[in-house]
C-alpha cells in the first residue's frame, strides 16, 4: 500500500511539472509539405513590431459560400491564427455583413465607399447553378489608423479554383503588407522626373496616389543642371528611387551624366520608355491612321553601357488586349471589341518576387529589349507570349486593321522581352569619355545598385474621363483586370526593400480542390459507397459469425 502512495505522489508531481513547463513554452509545428503555415523571416519582423492591440475585421463569411472560398476562409482564419499565436496583441474577428436582411443595403452602401466592393460568384454545387455575393476584404486598425487588405488575387481567364489558389498564395504578403503600412513609418523619398515631356501627373496620378501609402513623392527637373549642375546631383542625391515615366523629348549630355552620377552613387531608377511614337491616341482621327516612328531619347549609349538596349521595333502580340471602336452613326452606334495585336499582355517571371503571381501586364506599343554580355546580373521580368511579330519603324498603323482577321503564321518571332531588371556594380556611360562639364567628384564605378528598364511608357498611364484618372489596374477594353498597377508597385518596393517584404510574394502553396462536375455526377455512387456499403458488410459479417457459431455449438 506504502508502494501504490508512494508511486502516485511521483506521478502527481510529474504531471505537475509537465504542466508548469507546458504553461511557458508554446510551440506550433507546420507538418505540411509546402509550408504553409511557416511565416517568413519579413512577417515575424513585422508582427514583432506590433505593441499596442491591432484588431482585423474579415468580411469573408456567408452560409452560401461555394466551397472554393471557404478554403479560402479557412487558410485565412489558419494564418490568422498564426499571427496571434505569435503575437498576444493581434485578434481577429469573421463578420457577415449580408447577415441582417435590414441592414444589408446599407452595409454594402458603408463598405463600397471605403473601396471594399463586393465580388459576384458563380455557385456550383450538387449539379446546380446560382449566384452569390461576397466581400473579399479585410480591415486591419492599429493606433487609430486603419487599411484595407484585399483577400483576393485576380487573374483574366482565372477559374474559380485557380482564383483561390492564387489568392491563398498571396495572403501573407497582403496582410504583412497591410501590417507594414501600419506599424512602418514612410522612409523612403522617390523622385518623379519632369521636364523632359513625360507623362502629366494627371496620367500617371493612380499609381501615385498608391505609391504614396509607401514613401515620400516629389517632382524633381533637371533645368538647373546648365547653371549649377553639382547642385542639381547633390539634390537628386537626397532621394532613394527615380522614376522617368515615359519621356518624349531627348535628354542632354549634362542631363544625362547628372543621371549616370545618381547610378554611381547607388540611387535607384526604374524606367518606363518608348523609342517609337505612337499611341492609340493619334490614331483617333477621320483617316484612323498614324505613322509609328522612331523618337529621339538620346538615351540608346546610356542603357548600351549598363547591359540593355530598347530596340525601335513594335511588337505585334496575338495573345493581346482588344481595342474599342465604334461603329454606325447616331441611334445605331455600337462599341465592339476587337482583336489588337499592338496592346500585348504580358506574362511575369515566375521565379522572381517582382513578378510571380502576377495578372498579366497590359503594353501599348511596346518595344523589344535585348540584353547584351557585361558583369552586370540580368533578370527578364515581362515577356510577351510566343505568337509574335515584330515591325519596323516608320510604319503606318491604320484601325481598320483591327477588323481584319490576322494571319497566324506571321505571328512567328516568339517570346519577345519587355522589361528587365540590371542589378550590380555598374560602369559609368562616361567612363574614358569628355564630360560635359565638372564635378566635385565623377565616380566611373557606382556602388552595389539596381534599375529597371519597361519598354513602353504607357504601362504606368492609367485612363482618364471626365478629367479623373480610372484605376490602373482595370482594362475597359477588355473589361478585366490588369497588373500593370501591381506590377509597378512590386518593382518599386523590390528596387528599395530593406525587410525582405517582397520576397514573401514567392511562397508556393498547393491547394487540391474536388471536381463539382464530378462529385454532381458519382454523388449517388459515393453515397451508396459511404453509407450502404458499410451496412452490407456489417450483414455479411453477422451472417457469417452466427453461422460459425451455430456450426461450433450445433446449435
Known sequence: MNKFIKHSVVMLIAILVVNVISNGYYERFDLTEDSRYTLSDATLSILNNIASPLEIDIFLKGDDFPSEFRRLQNETRQLLEEFTAKN??????????????????????????????PMQLSVQENGK?????????????????????????????????????????????????????????????????????????????????????????????????????????????????????????????DEKLVLDQYIMNGGKSLWLIDVIAMDKDSLMNDAGTNFAVPKTLNL?????????????????DLYSAPIMLATGSGNDTRFMRLQWPYSPLASGNANHPISTNLNLVKFDFANQIDTLKNDIKKTILLQSSELTKLEGTPKEIQLEKAT??????????????????????????????????????????????????????????????????????????????????EFLLNAVNYLLDDD????????EIALAFLDPQKIADEKSKWQFINIGLPLVLLAIFGFTFNYFRRKKYRL
Open 129 to 253: 447553378a446560382s449566384q452569390a455575393v461576397i466581400f473579399p476584404w479585410a480591415l486591419a486598425s492599429y493606433n487609430g489608423l486603419t487599411v484595407s487588405i484585399p483577400l483576393i488575387k485576380n487573374k483574366i481567364g482565372s477559374t474559380q479554383q485557380e482564383l483561390v489558389t492564387n489568392s491563398v498564395q498571396h495572403l501573407e504578403y497582403a496582410f504583412a503588407d497591410g501590417f507594414n503600412k501600419l506599424t512602418h513609418p514612410k522612409r523612403h523619398k522617390i523622385a518623379i522626373l519632369k521636364g523632359n515631356g513625360q507623362l502629366k501627373d494627371l496620367y500617371i496620378a493612380d499609381f501615385l496616389k498608391k505609391l504614396g501609402e509607401y514613401y515620400y513623392i516629389a517632382p524633381f527637373t533637371l533645368d538647373s543642371v546648365t547653371t549649377n549642375p553639382q547642385k542639381t546631383l547633390d539634390d537628386l542625391a537626397h532621394f532613394d528611387l527615380l522614376i522617368n515615366a515615359k519621356p518624349n523629348e531627348a535628354f542632354k549630355e
Open 404 to 485: 481584319e482577321k490576322p494571319d497566324p503564321s506571321l505571328y512567328n518571332k516568339g517570346r519577345q522581352n519587355l522589361a528587365v531588371l540590371l542589378e550590380g556594380e555598374f560602369t559609368s556611360v562616361y567612363n574614358n569619355r569628355i564630360k560635359p562639364f565638372k564635378l566635385s567628384e565623377t565616380k566611373n564605378k557606382s556602388h552595389p545598385t539596381k534599375l529597371i528598364i519597361v519598354a513602353d511608357g504607357d504601362v504606368i498611364k492609367n485612363e482618364v474621363d471626365r478629367n479623373r484618372p480610372l484605376p490602373l489596374d482595370f482594362d475597359r477594353s477588355s473589361n478585366q483586370p490588369v497588373g500593370n498597377k
Open 300 to 316: 540608346t549609349d546610356f542603357f548600351f553601357k549598363y547591359g540593355a538596349r530598347i530596340n525601335p521595333l513594335l511588337v505585334g
Open 88 to 117: 498576444r496583441a493581434i485578434s481577429f474577428k469573421f463578420i457577415d455583413p449580408l447577415e441582417n436582411e435590414n441592414l444589408k443595403e446599407q452595409n454594402i452602401q458603408s463598405l463600397s465607399q471605403r473601396g471594399l466592393d
Open 500 to 507: 525582405g517584404l517582397i520576397n514573401i510574394r514567392s511562397k
